[in-house]
């Protein structure tokens, strides 16, 4: 029986990691809320909703198994691209599995489930229809990632963000109404300009799948070329509000403090999806072998990312509360990760892509810790200002001291390792002194910061009041933990992680072994494997070498 089902997991891989999300939402949907069936008896809202929360942790831990197969055929170098209806590209819609679509959708996995188990200590209880909304959101973040369409990018947008919008508002409350509302607002806006970048690229064009768009922008001459230009920089925009960047950050910080714990932790990977943007749009279709249009962002997001780290921290230094310290430490570190992609060498994607691993997680578990923290702390909360010390003072303050540590990049912690790697690949480049200065001064900055948070959690307490018994439940510690070990084995497994990040960086300058996968057919200029910077025209040069060959790629239909 094993067999047929690993069979039709093989074949149907890619579209699963999507339908499986939908298709659970659209049954805990049918499964009704617990508010409304508490009219029939507490005893049977309580069984319907332990039945919902192991519906979702089941479906959530079915998707990351399925993920973590994704990247393990991946990390082989196939290229796995699914026709939906059958229908080729470029006009079919396609989605495709490279090594660095499998890796976010893991990623994204990874975090969910323990932000899942969390929630399910009791968050779940305090809005309506908080599983079947978490679904969706799930199922927006991997047709994102694993999408080969912009305008099915466009789509996978909408759906995340649809769900985001009802799960920022969960739990209710004015400042969350209120920074709801700026969010909502910003990200309609956005919206409006993606479609606009997509309609000049189409209009210049006559495609939006990625492999095509990319070998049509390499050979545009004439008046095309300041069209698609002035296109990629308007996505460089969109994309860049996503990820928080310089200068539209200004909506995260308060929105993911206003967040409850679990949803703010989930809405770690969400800027990632606007990085993750960046390097398809301006690595596979602007970037390196796009003629004319090569490196079209190059003047602008490595300056934008570099300020956008020190705002970053800058922020989280005068930061009173916990929540708007460890939202401001998201931006900066989304700063420092388009920093390496910035530099537009594989070295530094790779350094950067690693590095997203290790913030993504350690900021989800940061965002869980306060909460459990500002529990214990009464009317207090997250403030940062003397109050009840907490009643596990020793748990809580090894988690506050082990985040902190990483976040920061001490040694010998995977934000270390990340930070190390970016240094390394940065050397020898024209900007090696602008990032080597950043990198060190954010990173000696973020330790000031939660030092100073440390010290006012944990040394300047109230004795004449008791501490609190809120945020104590095994459920909620053990998620917050979990992800802390995480980080843990990211340490352990640099090497084998930092091989596969350097696969996937490569992967995405072959642009010709990209095209055949998903068109049939070879194009452009292969790249070779190894790279050369000589700043002349960009940070690539194409030296007279024989073309890698060609990769794996299996269709699946």
Known sequence: MLQ??????????????????????????????????????????????????????????????????????????????????????????????????????????????????????????????????????????????????????????????????????????????????????????????????????????????????????????????????????????????????????????????????????????????GVYSIIRMHWVIVGVDAGDASFTAQPWLLPLALLTSVLGVLGALAAHTMGRLVAYLTVSSVGTILAGVGLFTPETLSASLYYTLHSTVVIAGLFLFIELVATQRGAAGDRLQPAAAVREPVLLGVMMLFGAASAAGLPPLPGFLGKLMLLGSSSGLPAQAWVWSVVLLVGFLTIIGLARAGVVVFWHVQPEENAHDAGRSPRMLGAAVSLMVVTVLMAVWASPIKRYTDAAAQQLVDKASYAEAILGRRGGVHVPTTLPYDGSRGPFVRPAAAAPPPAKVQETE
């Open 4 to 273: 047929p089902i690993l069979s039709f997991w093989s074949q149907h891989a890619p579209v699963l990691s999507v339908l499986l999300p939908a298709f659970t939402a659209a049954w805990l949907l049918l499964l009704g809320d617990h508010e409304g069936m508490s009219a029939q008896g507490g005893g049977h809202a309580t069984a319907r909703l332990r039945w919902r929360r192991r519906l979702a942790l089941t479906s959530t831990a079915l998707s990351l198994l399925m993920a973590a197969g994704l990247v393990w055929r991946a990390a082989g170098g196939e290229l796995l691209v699914y026709e939906l209806g059958e229908w080729p590209a470029p006009f079919g819609i396609v989605l495709v599995v490279d090594r660095l679509a499998a890796l976010m959708v893991l990623l994204t996995t990874l975090i969910a489930l323990p932000v899942l188990g969390y929630a399910c200590a009791g968050w779940d209880t305090r809005g309506r229809h908080f599983h079947a909304i978490f679904q969706f959101q799930l199922m927006g973040l991997c047709g994102a990632f694993l999408t080969g369409d912009l305008f099915n990018l466009f789509v996978f947008f909408e759906v995340l963000l649809i769900a985001s919008y009802v799960l920022l508002l969960h739990g209710q409350g004015r400042e969350r109404l209120r920074m709801g509302v700026h969010y909502v607002v910003l990200n309609l806006a956005a919206s409006g300009l993606f479609l606009i970048g997509l309609a000049m690229i189409y209009a210049t064009t006559g495609s939006l799948n990625m492999a095509d768009v990319a070998q049509k922008v390499a050979s545009l001459q004439g008046e095309g070329l300041p069209l698609v230009q002035a296109a990629a920089l308007i996505l460089l925009v969109v994309f860049g509000l996503k990820a928080a960047l310089v200068p539209v950050y200004f909506w995260l910080p308060g929105t993911y403090a206003a967040a409850s714990a679990p949803v703010a932790a989930l809405f770690a990977i969400m800027t990632k999806v």
